[in-house]
């Protein structure tokens, strides 16, 4: 794709990310229930996926409405109780499909982005 | 810095987060609130040094309050921000109002209409037909057929009908019945660009959905 600008394609990975980071959401949750802050954490620390934590709400509110993830309150051993987050099982499937989708679809970009490179 | 001076950068960016949710149903704004409440509380239980600087970096980090709502705001809408979607609905408004009621401005305002019908890409071709040519002036010809000096409905042609010799009252009734024809036109000529107004807005829905 010749006539693609820098812009464009910056427009398109961001379209990529927004796809991807919902099931990166799930993902967190996959090996159980996690609070916010947390979940912030962790997404922020992973290069490239959020330019801001606090952008994990919206999506976490997002994946509620969906029924893909729910909360529940825990008390806490220091300070007031926390809202947690968990997967649902229709939220487990979900990601359980993008899994496979996914690698899928990175495994035929990378075989292609490579076999062009090498010529 | 004391504890208060903190609160106070703390609360600012809440309220700017409020405001920034105000698009939002209640209930969700409600929720991020109380979750970006949250975090700010577990960020600031995990500080060291309670300063000024370190919550200004915390708040950093979060994001603005203009991203996070704009994030919220692209919940169903996967391609471009918040503020563009915005901004397209609202000329989305602007134009079929003015194809309804911009020939009321000096007629020029449909004129505007037409081209803002014609240059955005909310609407498909045929649509833009349909804008176009049901009715040109929009609501302007019939009103002011209805009420204007040009040959209205109610007025005129009672006048001509008047029979050389009768009471004007009576020639005035008896002129009612051409009329009716007059009438109906008149109800067609408000009624379709009211259906065609509502037939653009909704297909621009449609559209959006799935773009």
């Given at each position: 794709?010749?006539?693609?600008v820098?812009?464009?394609t910056s427009?398109?990975l961001?379209?990529?990310?927004r796809g991807a980071?919902e099931y990166c959401?799930l993902?967190?949750l996959?090996?159980?229930?996690?609070?916010g802050?947390?979940?912030a954490?962790?997404?922020?620390?992973?290069?490239g996926l959020?330019?801001?934590?606090?952008?994990l709400?919206?999506l976490?509110?997002r994946l509620?409405?969906?029924?893909?993830v729910?909360?529940t309150w825990?008390?806490?051993?220091?300070?007031?109780?926390?809202?947690?987050?968990?997967l649902?099982?229709?939220g487990?499937v979900?990601?359980?499909?993008?899994v496979?989708?996914?690698?899928r679809f990175?495994?035929?970009v990378?075989?292609?982005?490579?076999?062009?490179r090498t010529? | 810095?004391?504890d208060?001076?903190?609160d106070?950068?703390?609360?600012?960016?809440?309220?700017?987060?409020?405001?920034?949710?105000?698009?939002?149903e209640?209930h969700r704004?409600?929720e991020?609130?109380?979750?970006v409440t949250e975090h700010?509380?577990?960020a600031r239980a995990?500080?060291?040094?309670?300063?000024?600087?370190s919550i200004?970096?915390?708040l950093?980090n979060l994001?603005?309050?203009?991203e996070?709502?704009?994030a919220?705001g692209?919940?169903?809408m996967?391609?471009g921000?918040?503020?563009?979607?915005v901004?397209?609905?609202s000329?989305?408004?602007?134009?079929?109002?003015?194809l309804?009621?911009?020939g009321?401005?000096f007629?020029v305002?449909?004129?505007v209409?037409v081209?803002?019908?014609?240059t955005s890409?909310l609407?498909?071709?045929r649509?833009?037909?349909?804008g176009t040519?049901l009715?040109?002036?929009?609501?302007?010809?019939?009103?002011?057929y209805a009420v204007g000096?040009g040959?209205?409905?109610f007025g005129s042609s009672?006048?001509?009908?008047i029979?050389a010799?009768?009471?004007?009252?009576k020639g005035?009734a008896?002129s009612i019945?051409?009329s009716?024809?007059?009438?109906?036109?008149?109800?067609i000529?408000?009624?379709?660009?009211v259906i065609?107004?509502?037939h653009?807005?909704r297909?621009?829905q449609?559209?959006?959905?799935?773009s």
């Open positions: 794709m010749l006539y693609m820098p812009g464009s427009k398109q961001s379209q990529m990310r980071i959401v993902a967190l996959s090996s159980g229930e996690q609070y802050f947390e979940m954490k962790a997404l922020a620390e992973a290069d959020v330019t801001s934590e606090g952008t709400y919206p976490l509110s509620r409405e969906e029924g893909l729910k909360t825990r008390e806490s051993s220091q300070g007031p109780p926390r809202r947690y987050y968990r649902t099982s229709d487990r979900a990601l359980e499909a993008f496979v989708q996914w690698t990175r495994d035929s990378d075989g292609l982005l490579k076999t062009g010529k | 810095m004391t208060m001076d903190i106070v950068i703390v609360e600012d960016y809440l309220e700017r987060l409020d405001t920034a949710l105000a698009q939002l209640p704004r409600r991020l609130l109380e979750e700010i509380t577990e995990e500080l060291r040094d309670q300063t000024s600087s200004l970096t915390l950093e994001g603005s309050p203009e996070i709502a704009a919220a692209t919940v169903s996967p391609v921000p918040t503020s563009s979607a901004r397209s609905g000329r989305k408004s602007i134009t079929i109002a003015l309804l009621l911009g009321f401005v007629v305002g449909w004129f209409g081209f803002m019908l014609w890409d609407w498909r071709i649509d833009k037909v349909l040519l009715i040109p002036g929009g609501l302007l010809f019939p009103i002011w000096p040959g209205s409905v009672c006048v001509q009908n029979p010799g009768g009471t004007p009252a005035c008896s019945p051409p009716w024809g007059g009438i109906g036109l008149l109800v000529a408000v009624i379709v660009p065609v107004a509502i653009l807005k297909t621009y449609t559209g959006e959905a799935t």
